[in-house]
Every structure is written in structure tokens, then in C-alpha cells.
């Protein structure tokens, strides 16, 4: 049976997987972003996915057979698109730091990304408005969405308190109106994700009849819209290594303005660390949405509040947040009292169901 509160810890630990992901990442000597990002995302959306699906699921290549090809599509389509979501994702984190990008980001994820499913499946009414456990999910929407803008607001706020060497020293390439830009762009692309896992649910019922326990059986729908997401992200990569000549740095080549080589074994290290923290935001998302009963859509909403939550407070363990003034930092915690309490809400509209 499912079990709402145990969907919403599962959500938690994918909101702390996604959040920490680019923390690894910071630590990468001597490559340029695109051979980073590549190397990183091999792990995310290639190793990972099939590696977990094939030891957690039955006959997993038996199942992706059987998946009609317009499922298929479907689910490689939304992949493709949220791939470009992700590589823009990356430079919100660059241009904006960990805190201010992931709630701008998230925030328009979240309302795309929990709304556009039952309203092109036809049954938000039935879903949402025409039952008290639809009603609580709405009002832990909201909830959320209060504590996106509150986070938000306090992101401003410090952007304004802080002076350029300050903030340069938070953020080493801040830059507000690009990162906003790119963060608006990242945050509707991204929400594509939330479409692809609901056009792969026949994939789910057919690794549910080969013998997947309920808790596995979003792992397969993970490979195709992982692959989609590859084949942005490495298309676009490519282009960046080509013209700025960069490939080299994975055999160690030192580039002109370095100083030192790059550190080859703790970079792939790193960097396969990152991707596969990556990943697992989704496999503990697709173990949290088995848990979430017949209004499994919401779990959109709990898993972008939980990474905002934590990517928030990563921001403060890298002193982003440093030098601002008490009133700012105390707006910044009364936005994550909100999601931490609209994970509780939407939890509890689905324990109703």
C-alpha cells in the first residue's frame, strides 16, 4: 500500500541528491565547463540510469522491447528537451550561486511541471478541485510557491546588500541579469522532465508485469528520458569542444593561461561523483512517487520545494549568504519554513487519497 510519508522522506533525499550535485563539481581543477559537464553527465544520464535499472528491475531489456515506439518517442522527446533545461541549469549555478538560481529556477518548475500533467491528461478537476485531498495538494502549491518567492525575495535582497567584491567573492562569476535570464529559460525547459516520467507510465506497468517490485518500477522510464537528455547535453558539448579546442584536458593537457596540470583521477573522480548525484535525484524521485498513491503529479511539487530546501542551505555552507544583513538571512529561513511545510501539506493531501 502506498504510504504518503514515506514518499515525502524519499523526495527529501532526492532534493539532497540534486541539490549537492554541484558541489563535487567545484572542486574540478583545469577543465573548461563543457568537458566537465560531460564527463559529469555520462554518469547522470547514461551509467546510472541503466546500472540501477538493470540490478533494481526484472528483465530490463525485455521490457524496453515491448514499449510502443510512440511511448518511446514520447519519453526520449521530453528527455531531449529538458536536456536543454540542464545545460542551462549549470550556468544558473555559475552565474547566480547555489541559493538565488535554484529558487528561480525551481520555482517555474514547479508550477509547470505539477499543473501541465492532469490538465493535458484531462482530469484536474477530478484530481484537484472536485476532492479535499486535490484541495489540501493545491493549498501546499501555494504554500510552496509562497516560500519560492520568499527565498527569491532574499536572493534580491542580498544581491542589493552586497557589494561587487563581496558578492564576486560568494559567487566568482556572478552576473544578476544574465543569470536571471538563463535561470527563467532553464526553469520552463526543465519541467519537460515532469512530462516525460508521465508518458512513460506503460512503460512502468510493463516492468510492473515482468515482476519490478513497486518501488523500481520508474527505472526503465529513467532510461529514456535520461537518453533524451544525453543526446542535448552531448550534442551541444561537442560544439563547445570543438571550437574552443578543449578536448585535450581529458588526457591532461595543460592550457595556456594554466598554470599547472589538471589533476586527471581526482577530476573524473569528482566529476562522476557530481553525475551520479545527479541521477539520483530521480531515482529517489520515482521511489517517492510510488509512494504517493493516485496523486503521484504532486510529487513534482514536494521534490522541487525539498531542492530548494537544501540547495538553500548548501548556499549557506558556502558562505553565500555572508555579510548580509540578519533581517535578509532571516527572510531566507522563513522561505524554507514554508516548504519544509508544504512537503508536510502535500503529504497529507495524499495520505487523504
Given at each position: 500500500m502506498p504510504n504518503p510519508l514515506i514518499g515525502v522522506f524519499y523526495h527529501w533525499l532526492g532534493g539532497l541528491s540534486s541539490a549537492s550535485f554541484y558541489v563535487p563539481y567545484r572542486g574540478v581543477r583545469g577543465w573548461n565547463w563543457e568537458v566537465l559537464w560531460l564527463t559529469g553527465g555520462l554518469f547522470s544520464w547514461l551509467v546510472a540510469p541503466w546500472l540501477f535499472a538493470a540490478v533494481m528491475t526484472h528483465d530490463l531489456i525485455g521490457v524496453l522491447a515491448q514499449v510502443p515506439a510512440h511511448t518511446a518517442g514520447l519519453c526520449i522527446l521530453?528527455?531531449?528537451?529538458?536536456?536543454?533545461?540542464?545545460?542551462?541549469?549549470?550556468?544558473?549555478?555559475?552565474?547566480?550561486?547555489?541559493?538565488?538560481?535554484?529558487?528561480?529556477?525551481?520555482?517555474?518548475?514547479?508550477?509547470?511541471?505539477?499543473?501541465?500533467?492532469?490538465?493535458?491528461?484531462?482530469?484536474?478537476?477530478?484530481?484537484?478541485?472536485?476532492?479535499?485531498?486535490?484541495?489540501?495538494?493545491?493549498?501546499?502549491?501555494?504554500?510552496?510557491?509562497?516560500?519560492?518567492?520568499?527565498?527569491?525575495?532574499?536572493?534580491?535582497?542580498?544581491?542589493?546588500?552586497?557589494?561587487?567584491?563581496?558578492?564576486?567573492?560568494?559567487?566568482?562569476?556572478?552576473?544578476?541579469?544574465?543569470?536571471?535570464?538563463?535561470?527563467?529559460?532553464?526553469?520552463?525547459?526543465?519541467?519537460?522532465?515532469?512530462?516525460?516520467?508521465?508518458?512513460?507510465?506503460?512503460?512502468?506497468?510493463?516492468?510492473?508485469?515482468?515482476?519490478?517490485?513497486?518501488?523500481?518500477?520508474?527505472?526503465?522510464?529513467?532510461?529514456?528520458?535520461?537518453?533524451?537528455?544525453?543526446?542535448?547535453?552531448?550534442?551541444?558539448?561537442?560544439?563547445?569542444?570543438?571550437?574552443?579546442?578543449?578536448?585535450?584536458?581529458?588526457?591532461?593537457?595543460?592550457?595556456?593561461?594554466?598554470?599547472?596540470?589538471?589533476?586527471?583521477?581526482?577530476?573524473?573522480?569528482?566529476a562522476g561523483l557530481g553525475g551520479t548525484l545527479w541521477y539520483f535525484q530521480f531515482f529517489f524521485y520515482t521511489m517517492g512517487e510510488s509512494q504517493m498513491g493516485r496523486l503521484g503529479f504532486s510529487s513534482w511539487t514536494l521534490h522541487m520545494a525539498s531542492i530548494i530546501i537544501f540547495g538553500t542551505l548548501w548556499g549557506f555552507a558556502f558562505r553565500e549568504w555572508r555579510g548580509t544583513p540578519r533581517a535578509v538571512r532571516a527572510t531566507v529561513w522563513a522561505g524554507i519554513a514554508l516548504l519544509v511545510g508544504a512537503t508536510i501539506v502535500i503529504g497529507y493531501g495524499n495520505s487523504l487519497a
Open positions: 521530453f528527455g531531449a528537451l529538458w536536456g536543454f533545461g540542464g545545460l542551462t541549469y549549470g550556468l544558473t549555478m555559475r552565474y547566480l550561486g547555489l541559493s538565488l538560481g535554484m529558487a528561480v529556477v525551481l520555482g517555474l518548475c514547479t508550477v509547470f511541471g505539477t499543473l501541465i500533467p492532469p490538465i493535458v491528461q484531462g482530469d484536474f478537476a477530478e484530481k484537484l478541485l472536485d476532492t479535499s485531498s486535490g484541495r489540501v495538494i493545491l493549498l501546499g502549491l501555494v504554500v510552496t510557491l509562497a516560500g519560492i518567492v520568499v527565498v527569491a525575495a532574499a536572493g534580491a535582497r542580498k544581491n542589493a546588500a552586497l557589494g561587487g567584491a563581496d558578492q564576486a567573492d560568494a559567487v566568482a562569476e556572478f552576473d544578476f541579469r544574465k543569470g536571471i535570464g538563463v535561470a527563467i529559460f532553464s526553469g520552463v525547459m526543465s519541467s519537460c522532465f515532469a512530462f516525460g516520467l508521465a508518458a512513460g507510465e506503460p512503460v512502468k506497468a510493463l516492468s510492473a508485469a515482468a515482476g519490478t517490485g513497486p518501488l523500481w518500477t520508474g527505472l526503465p522510464v529513467l532510461c529514456l528520458v535520461m537518453f533524451g537528455g544525453l543526446v542535448t547535453n552531448a550534442l551541444w558539448c561537442a560544439a563547445l569542444i570543438l571550437r574552443n579546442r578543449s578536448g585535450g584536458q581529458w588526457l591532461g593537457r595543460v592550457e595556456a593561461a594554466a598554470s599547472a596540470r589538471p589533476p586527471l583521477a581526482r577530476n573524473y573522480l569528482l
